[in-house]
Nanobody, 113 residues
Framework: QVQLVESGGGLVQPGGSLRLSCSAS????????MSWVRQAPGKGLEWVSE????????YYPDSVKGRFTVSRDNAKNTLYLQMNSPKPEDTGLYYC??????WGQGTQVTVSS
């Protein structure tokens, strides 16, 4: 069955860096756009990034543009999110999602000194 498993979350200091990974299985990963979506405590879902199937096009909201980088390795069926210079407002549960509707369980990111 379709499975998306996020990893790499944890506690990071403001201005540090963190890389999230999402391992995909059960579908043809290389055919689908993939996204990262987050949910801050007590708030709704916020789209964080998107990458096309080949990895050549990426999209970000202004809130993370220039600080976050999404990438993928289709040979490894893995999606990444490089978080540089995180801010406390980046704290939240980070999900990877495939455009066919599948979501992972999320990985917690806490940005705090």
């Amino acid at each position: 069955q379709v499975q998306l498993v996020e990893s790499g979350g944890g506690l990071v200091q403001p201005g540090g860096s963190l890389r999230l990974s999402c391992s995909a299985s059960g579908f043809t990963f290389s055919r689908y756009y993939m996204s990262w979506v987050r949910q801050a405590p007590g708030k709704g879902l916020e789209w964080v990034s998107e990458i096309n199937s080949g990895g050549g096009s990426t999209y970000y909201p202004d809130s993370v543009k220039g600080r976050f980088t999404v990438s993928r390795d289709n040979a490894k069926n893995t999606l990444y999110l490089q978080m540089n210079s995180p801010k406390p407002e980046d704290t939240g549960l980070y999900y990877c999602a495939a455009c066919q509707g599948s979501w992972g369980q999320g990985t917690q990111v806490t940005v705090s000194s």
